[in-house]
Nanobody, 115 residues
Framework: QVQLVQSGGGLVQPGGSLRLSCAAS????????MRWYLQAPGKQRELVAT???????NVADSVKGRFTISRDNAKNTVYLQMNNLKPEDTAVYYC?????????WGQGTQVTVSS
């Protein structure tokens, strides 16, 4: 059974930091491209960051310089480090695992940036 279990969301003040984690089980984690998406209220889900099986990364322009994606294959976990958070970063964040044959979603975690 494949599971992607997310943790680390919550309420933070503008300018603060959070680290999201997504722990995978039931898959050969190291071969999967991992992504983080966000979905703001009333909007479509959008891609935030990608890390390939080889470790190459890419982040959306809207979060460049503030968010960093990383992975620890020994722990089957992908991370999203979010710094200098802004109110417009408020959303539900989802991790996603993609191989050539399958894709899986995490359960989502709420991030709220507010004073």
């Amino acid at each position: 059974q494949v599971q992607l279990v997310q943790s680390g969301g919550g309420l933070v003040q503008p300018g603060g930091s959070l680290r999201l984690s997504c722990a995978a089980s039931g898959i050969t984690f190291s071969i999967y491209t991992m992504r983080w998406y966000l979905q703001a209220p009333g909007k479509q889900r959008e891609l935030v960051a990608t890390i390939t099986s080889g470790g190459s990364t890419n982040v959306a322009d809207s979060v460049k310089g503030r968010f960093t994606i990383s992975r620890d294959n020994a722990k089957n976990t992908v991370y999203l480090q979010m710094n200098n958070l802004k109110p417009e970063d408020t959303a539900v964040y989802y991790c996603h695992a993609r191989s050539t044959t399958a894709g899986y979603w995490g359960q989502g975690t709420q991030v709220t940036v507010s004073s």
